[in-house]
């Protein structure tokens, strides 16, 4: 799965959005969306919003856990722990960037939550790769990670089945020589 499946994905997730025109209930496979009610917030799928929001249609309403109270309590909290935390949405990175991209204007302090969002990222990568390393070192078979997007285990993914098909390369090499002698 790459990057843009994972973000496919993630633009099923609903966001609140307050349309300025009217519109009947809509019937999609996913669900129905509706009816829309000018002024008054709806529940539709993210890449519903972004297109209503390009249309300029709607006003979106960014979701509860990208406030900046909340980006620094979950920064915070995903410093002080040694394993990862769950996170308020599993497209977390996803949404933000999506958002940040095409509502700009209807998201309040955008730019620290740009920052905030990316610390935290960059937080659960850094963990990620500190956790593979002790992984590899051990040469044990199998891990148990909790709490990962998928976004952060597609970033990994390519690396960490690369290093342990080559570790199992070296450990049948070691293996075979010593049966050898």
């Known amino acids: 799965m790459d990057p843009s499946e994972v973000e496919f994905l993630a633009e099923k997730e609903l966001v609140t959005v307050v349309p300025n025109f009217p519109l009947d209930k809509i019937y999609l496979i996913a669900g129905d969306v509706g009816p829309l009610i000018p002024g008054v917030p709806a529940q539709v799928p993210l890449w519903m919003a972004v297109n209503l929001k390009q249309g300029q249609k709607c006003r979106i309403i ?3 856990w990208m406030g900046i109270e909340n980006l620094q309590e979950k920064k915070q909290e995903e410093t002080d722990s040694k394993f990862f935390t769950q996170m308020p949405s599993q497209f977390y990175i996803e949404v933000t960037q999506l958002l940040l991209k095409c509502a ?5 302090h955008a730019d620290e939550i740009r920052t905030l969002v990316k610390d935290i990222w960059d937080l659960r990568i850094a963990k990620l790769r500190s956790s593979i390393d ?7 078979t199998h891990a148990k990670l909790n709490f990962l997007t998928l976004m952060e ?5 390519p690396f960490l089945t690369k290093a342990l098909n080559q570790m199992h390369v070296l450990r049948t090499n070691i293996t075979g020589r010593r049966r050898g002698k």
């Open 153 to 157: 285990l597609n970033t990994i993914r």
């Open 104 to 108: 700009t204007d209807d998201i309040p």
């Open 62 to 64: 960014p979701p509860e």
């Open 134 to 140: 002790t992984f590899v070192k051990s040469e044990a």
